[in-house]
Nanobody
Protein backbone atom coordinates (compact mmCIF):
# COMPACT_ATOMS: atom_id res chain seq x y z
CA UNK A 1 0.00 0.00 0.00
CA UNK A 2 1.25 3.47 -0.91
CA UNK A 3 -0.34 6.72 0.22
CA UNK A 4 0.59 9.96 -1.55
CA UNK A 5 0.19 13.59 -0.46
CA UNK A 6 1.01 16.47 -2.82
CA UNK A 7 1.97 19.99 -1.81
CA UNK A 8 3.50 23.12 -3.30
CA UNK A 9 0.75 24.27 -5.60
CA UNK A 10 -0.49 27.82 -5.73
CA UNK A 11 -0.94 30.94 -7.81
CA UNK A 12 1.98 32.16 -9.89
CA UNK A 13 2.44 34.67 -12.67
CA UNK A 14 3.30 33.55 -16.17
CA UNK A 15 7.04 32.99 -16.44
CA UNK A 16 7.32 32.06 -12.80
CA UNK A 17 8.27 28.82 -11.07
CA UNK A 18 6.84 26.38 -8.58
CA UNK A 19 8.11 23.18 -7.04
CA UNK A 20 5.63 20.46 -6.25
CA UNK A 21 6.32 17.74 -3.72
CA UNK A 22 4.71 14.36 -3.30
CA UNK A 23 5.32 12.63 0.00
CA UNK A 24 4.74 8.90 0.08
CA UNK A 25 4.10 6.53 2.92
CA UNK A 26 4.49 2.82 2.67
CA UNK A 27 7.49 0.59 2.31
CA UNK A 28 7.26 0.09 -1.44
CA UNK A 29 7.84 3.69 -2.60
CA UNK A 30 11.52 3.28 -3.37
CA UNK A 31 11.01 0.43 -5.85
CA UNK A 32 8.23 2.02 -7.91
CA UNK A 33 8.29 4.47 -10.78
CA UNK A 34 6.50 7.71 -9.93
CA UNK A 35 4.58 9.98 -12.24
CA UNK A 36 3.03 13.41 -12.28
CA UNK A 37 -0.22 13.99 -14.13
CA UNK A 38 -2.44 17.04 -14.50
CA UNK A 39 -6.03 17.79 -15.27
CA UNK A 40 -7.21 21.17 -16.49
CA UNK A 41 -10.87 22.22 -16.28
CA UNK A 42 -12.93 20.49 -18.95
CA UNK A 43 -10.01 18.34 -20.09
CA UNK A 44 -8.89 14.80 -19.50
CA UNK A 45 -6.08 13.96 -17.13
CA UNK A 46 -2.77 13.92 -18.97
CA UNK A 47 0.75 12.68 -18.38
CA UNK A 48 3.34 15.27 -17.38
CA UNK A 49 6.48 13.48 -16.22
CA UNK A 50 7.68 10.27 -14.65
CA UNK A 51 10.82 8.89 -13.07
CA UNK A 52 12.07 5.36 -12.69
CA UNK A 53 12.35 3.86 -9.20
CA UNK A 54 16.13 4.37 -9.13
CA UNK A 55 15.94 7.97 -10.34
CA UNK A 56 18.26 7.22 -13.24
CA UNK A 57 15.76 7.75 -16.03
CA UNK A 58 12.94 10.19 -16.65
CA UNK A 59 10.28 10.85 -19.23
CA UNK A 60 8.38 14.04 -20.07
CA UNK A 61 5.41 15.17 -22.08
CA UNK A 62 6.46 17.27 -25.06
CA UNK A 63 4.54 20.23 -23.68
CA UNK A 64 6.76 20.48 -20.58
CA UNK A 65 10.08 19.20 -21.86
CA UNK A 66 12.85 21.66 -21.09
CA UNK A 67 10.72 23.52 -18.53
CA UNK A 68 9.83 20.87 -15.93
CA UNK A 69 12.17 18.57 -14.03
CA UNK A 70 11.12 15.52 -12.07
CA UNK A 71 13.33 14.13 -9.32
CA UNK A 72 13.04 11.89 -6.30
CA UNK A 73 14.65 11.34 -2.93
CA UNK A 74 14.03 7.76 -1.88
CA UNK A 75 15.49 8.39 1.57
CA UNK A 76 12.70 10.94 2.12
CA UNK A 77 10.09 8.98 0.15
CA UNK A 78 9.40 12.11 -1.85
CA UNK A 79 9.15 12.94 -5.53
CA UNK A 80 9.41 16.49 -6.83
CA UNK A 81 8.33 18.41 -9.88
CA UNK A 82 10.23 21.61 -10.53
CA UNK A 83 8.21 23.77 -12.91
CA UNK A 84 9.86 26.73 -14.61
CA UNK A 85 8.69 29.17 -17.27
CA UNK A 86 5.08 28.48 -16.38
CA UNK A 87 2.37 29.61 -18.75
CA UNK A 88 -1.41 29.81 -18.64
CA UNK A 89 -1.77 26.39 -20.28
CA UNK A 90 -0.04 24.81 -17.27
CA UNK A 91 -2.99 25.69 -15.05
CA UNK A 92 -4.39 22.42 -13.69
CA UNK A 93 -4.70 20.13 -10.72
CA UNK A 94 -1.44 18.21 -10.49
CA UNK A 95 -1.43 14.71 -9.03
CA UNK A 96 1.34 12.28 -8.34
CA UNK A 97 0.96 8.57 -8.82
CA UNK A 98 2.88 5.36 -8.15
CA UNK A 99 3.37 2.62 -10.69
CA UNK A 100 1.33 -0.49 -10.00
CA UNK A 101 4.39 -2.62 -10.82
CA UNK A 102 7.36 -2.65 -8.48
CA UNK A 103 10.90 -2.80 -9.82
CA UNK A 104 10.03 -2.02 -13.43
CA UNK A 105 12.61 -0.43 -15.71
CA UNK A 106 9.91 0.86 -18.07
CA UNK A 107 8.50 4.37 -17.58
CA UNK A 108 4.87 4.38 -18.58
CA UNK A 109 2.89 7.45 -19.63
CA UNK A 110 -0.42 5.60 -19.32
CA UNK A 111 -2.77 6.48 -16.50
CA UNK A 112 -3.77 2.82 -16.29
CA UNK A 113 -0.25 1.82 -15.24
CA UNK A 114 -0.47 3.94 -12.11
CA UNK A 115 -2.48 2.46 -9.29
CA UNK A 116 -1.84 4.73 -6.30
CA UNK A 117 -2.87 8.40 -6.57
CA UNK A 118 -2.64 11.50 -4.43
CA UNK A 119 -5.49 13.96 -3.99
CA UNK A 120 -3.86 16.61 -6.18
CA UNK A 121 -2.67 20.18 -5.75
CA UNK A 122 -3.94 23.17 -7.70
CA UNK A 123 -1.55 25.16 -9.87
CA UNK A 124 -2.90 28.40 -11.30
CA UNK A 125 -0.85 30.51 -13.68
CA UNK A 126 -2.04 34.05 -14.25
CA UNK A 127 -1.39 35.55 -17.66
Amino acid sequence: QVQLVESGGGLVQAGGSLRLSCAASGRTFSNRAMGWFRQAPGKEREFVAAIIWSGTATRYADSVKGRFTISRDNAKSTVYLQMNSLNYEDTAVYSCAADRSAGSYYISTSLNQYFYWGQGTQVTVSS
